[in-house]
């Protein structure tokens, strides 16, 4: 459970709430919290706000569906406002958007594939090559040595390799692809991973590999 956070409430009652998308950190909108519905929050995992308007507490969804899964909350440095991490359901904004930021008529549906999320593998990978806990499969390939972590970067380059051309088959043959997808997407993932371990082990920050992908992006 999300610890609550120490806030300091206005004159008013309410604290500021910046609702952040986990899966790219877009802003979906910004409303206010007192204490009931900070710990509504906390207590349900589903965001709480106080409706000003309506002067009660108001948790995001409860008509529209829409609502927010709370991922984590924490205070900002003088204790004066939250950011709200959340895994939204459906458009945030009453007019139907993704985020009360966007313009009327933008499509609800995100556009961005997620990529932020990656810099939380990337810390669970670098917080394993400096703590290196037992019984860790990451730390396992660390402590074998590049040797082993290459080898594990060809081998899921290959099973990549085969699960596409399963699915070039599939698509060929007018067949169902979920499976042929499934698998290409749970191989891509282990390849993905074994690559960010081998920069783990060379000491190389994955950010020398965003920016030679910038400069070539650039030509």
Not at 38 to 43: C, D, F, K, N, S
Not at 153 to 168: F, N, R
Request: negative net charge.
């Amino acid at each position: 459970m999300t610890e609550t956070p120490a806030v300091t409430f206005g004159a008013d009652g309410l604290v500021t709430a910046v609702v952040q998308d986990v899966h790219d950190g877009r802003v979906l909108m910004i409303a206010h919290m007192d204490a009931e519905a900070l710990a509504a929050t906390v207590e349900t995992g589903e965001v709480h706000f106080h409706s000003r308007s309506r002067d009660r507490l108001w948790r995001k969804g409860e008509t529209s569906g829409n609502v927010l899964h709370l991922v984590d909350l924490v205070e900002d440095c003088d204790g004066d406002a939250l950011l709200v991490t959340v895994d939204p359901v459906g458009p945030t904004c009453h007019r139907g958007t993704r985020s009360c930021f966007d313009a009327d008529g933008a499509a609800a549906e995100r556009t961005t594939q997620g990529f932020a999320w990656l810099e939380e593998l990337w810390a669970t990978i670098e917080s394993r090559a400096t703590e290196r806990p037992a019984g860790s499969y990451t730390t396992s390939l660390l402590e074998a040595g590049v040797d082993a972590a290459s080898r594990k970067v060809t081998e899921e380059a290959t099973e990549v390799l085969l699960a596409a051309k399963d699915d070039a088959t599939a698509q060929a043959s007018a067949v169902d692809r979920s499976a042929t997808r499934a698998a290409l997407a749970g191989e891509a993932a282990d390849l993905l991973y074994h690559a960010l371990v081998l920069l783990a082990e060379r000491g190389l920050q994955p950010r020398a590999v965003l920016d030679v992908l910038e400069t070539r992006h650039h030509r």
